[in-house]
């Protein structure tokens, strides 16, 4: 139980187009969603915190109108890049939270931008 | 302000036992995450602690001490697929879960 899915895995585009990644929770329902970007050798940095039903809350320095999200059902989270740069280039990784005690989260598989 | 301190890297030898740690500083405690994370790939879950103890699951144990904010994750009888990169995560009052930088662990033959 409790997997999560992201789509595409990889996507190559060119500089000024917008990329949509998709983010599911296969066997479960997920209130709250989170959108994390990886660069090479470092850590986690999350970037917005995704809420069904409500507008994403987004962490400092993390502009809004360039990483839309939404989240439309218990089930999907969809992040588009938009106006994508070469230095918007990064591993970007979602994960579902269990809405139960331990609150973990589990994460999708991890999609790999690189904008040309 | 809110802060988790692991080293940043650690080198082993195949067959042993090596110790990471982790002490953190945050608003509020809800809780103590050990997630793995091999290079390129999503982090998984390890193990979870929210009271004070050693909590076993195979070869993998992880230590909570809530009063020193500490933390440890043991791993026994390492293999080459260990090599990973091992994060520490406090859920804070809100919830909210705060990430250490991560732990790059080397298994060597």
């Known amino acids: 139980g409790a997997v999560v899915s992201q789509h595409p895995s990889w996507v190559i585009c060119k500089s000024g187009t917008s990329v949509k990644i998709e983010c599911r929770s296969l066997d479960f329902q997920a209130t709250t969603m989170f959108w994390y970007r990886q660069f090479p050798k470092q850590s986690l940095m999350l970037m917005a915190t995704s809420n069904e039903g409500s507008k994403a809350t987004y962490e400092q320095g993390v502009e809004k109108d360039k990483f839309l999200i939404n989240h439309a059902s218990l089930t999907l989270s969809t992040l588009t890049v938009t106006s994508a740069h070469p230095e918007d280039s990064s591993f970007y990784i979602c994960?579902?939270?269990?809405?139960?005690?331990?609150?973990?989260?589990?994460f999708g598989p991890g999609t790999r931008l690189t904008v040309t | 302000g809110q802060n988790i301190d692991q080293p940043t890297e650690m080198t082993a030898t195949e067959g042993a036992i090596v110790q990471i740690n982790c002490t953190y500083q945050?608003?509020?405690?809800?809780?103590l995450f050990w997630y793995q994370q091999h290079a390129g790939e999503a982090p998984t879950f390890l193990s979870y602690?929210?009271l004070d103890g050693l909590e076993e699951k195979g070869r993998f144990s992880s230590f909570l001490s809530r009063s020193k904010g500490y933390s440890y994750l043991l791993l026994k009888e390492l293999q080459m697929k260990d090599s990973a990169s091992y994060l520490c995560a406090v859920l804070d009052s809100n919830y909210q879960l705060i990430w250490g930088a991560g732990t790059k662990l080397i298994i060597k033959p």
């Open positions: 994960s579902a939270r269990l809405e139960r005690e331990t609150y973990e989260q589990y």
């Open positions: 945050t608003s509020g405690f809800n809780g």
């Open positions: 602690n929210v």
